[in-house]
């Protein structure tokens, strides 16, 4: 049985690539995230294309690893011959996508069999392939890929297969490059040059993290995730490189995360600024700029790599999902959804940029003045919330507190920066929405801060009014709101994102793993109330649910004590370097 927690990533900052531990590539898209895959075994099996490099027979013992600092992966196999290493990664993206991988003997005489079964288009279309010096050229429309390795390989099965014998000390490249199949075929890559060109480029990065502090090694993970996970062309960072690993083993949540969500934006930029990595966060800026330009009626809350609106879902009805988890989509309808709390993430990146020194230009001052006088008129307005939620719309909890933070952070963009504006009417609006939140989201009989108004369901989302700065995490209803979450909304101390009983807001079937990320925020809040050793505590289980490459999913089911959902998950990697910087800090991210 695969596990989402068998998987490794590679990236090269335009598309990624998961290897699983037995040397396969199961997942690939070129050139970009969101492009078709050509190895989709992912979501379906092998026949839906995927690249295995691993020993030819039992191997007996296999660990893997991250070079320090770097995405360039080791994994070794041992078998009753010797042991060998191989060496994946993606070079940082030239004119062309590759992934080169390197087999490298470490003891005796191993046999090794690569297997490369191209399929374009999601595992749907076999290309035609044909001989080329040092390997073979597949194409099918669009795409071609070419296969270079100094062995031998011969077709089999509608495959490329090559087998060989790696001695101590001997180190066999194979390299895989994508490239358009009217064009014309991309320069050789040498595949040890490309190895130390890669290793630098990943070091270099890591030596600007200015932080210093407790968990310093485990924020640079994460940032190391989320840097793999940014679009370098444009700035963006997509929520995940996958589509549709299942929240629930078998059920129907199954989305497309290969986009860009706005809301990541007040925790990749607090992440990235507090780490030292101000190109990151004004390159993410820039993204946010250019995408949400144009009437703040029609902005979304999410966008495609270069700003794309039109995202369109689908079911691709020809893969049989991960261990049988359908439908596979593609696209996420969710785009066109009204989710108001954007609107308070939009001015909180706003602040937080302006108070890590980096300029906002005319151009920022506008746009962000046009949504406050769009949310002055439409925050009464019901929506469909932060968890996207398919059933009706409501008064969100959530959604009220972040256009709280929309005029909070407007009225502190000018008082601290002199940001021109109606000052005394964000007071008023902010003033107006806070009362109303007290007032219609408290739950008497939970105790606690609830979903929605006249809701009576908790939703871990209520957390991040302490790290908002909406009350203070002393506040006694918060203090009440946390024990009644970690009472009713918890499964072996993680966090649920919300209940979700048959009939609850979401609109679809009941069942869903622990959210990573809410129990991150409840590390925060514990951490703002004086409740240190319990949040260390909460932390440190947080951690051991990485994979052994330190990797996160979105969720987590701690009954079969595996990863859920699509994977690395870039907002679980926020939520981990958030809580981290309080607890190094001592205060929250972003309510100061």
Known sequence: MRRIEDYALLGDLETAALVHRSGSIDWCCFPRFDSGACFAALLGGPENGHWSLAPSGEVTHNARRYRHDTLILESEFETADGRVRAIDFMPPRGVAPDIVRIVEGLDGHVRMRSELKIRFDYGRIVPWVRRADGGRIAVAGPD???????????????????????????????????????????????????????????????????????????????????????????GGIVAAPTTSLPEQIGGVRNWDYRFCWLRDATLTLVAMLNSGYREEAQAWRDWLLRAVAGNPADVQIMYGLGGERRLEERELDWLAGFESSTPVRTGNAAHAQLQLDVFGELADASYANLSHGIEQSGHARSLMSTMLRWLEDNWRQKDSGLWEVRGPRQHFTHSKLMCWVAFDRAVRLHEDFGFPGPVDRWRALRDEIHAEVLANAWSERREAFVQAYGSEALDAAVLLMPLTGFLSASDPRIVSTVDAIRRDLTTDRLVLRYETKDGAADGLPSGDGAFLACSFWLVSVLELQGRHDEARELFERLLDLRNDVGLLPEEYDPVAGRHLGNFPQAFSHLALVDAALTLSMGRSMHSH
């Open 144 to 234: 071609a890929l070419r296969f270079s390795t100094p062995v031998e390989v011969r077709g089999e099965n509608f495959a490329t297969v090559a087998e060989f014998t790696v001695g101590v000390g001997e180190r066999v490249p194979f390299v895989l490059t994508w490239f358009q199949s009217h064009a014309p075929q991309p320069d050789d890559v040498d595949a040890e040059q490309a190895l130390d060109d890669t290793e630098e480029f990943w070091l270099d990065w890591a030596n600007r993290c200015t932080h210093e502090g407790d968990y310093h090694e485990e924020i640079h993970q994460s940032l190391l995730v989320l840097k793999a996970l940014t679009y370098a062309p444009t």
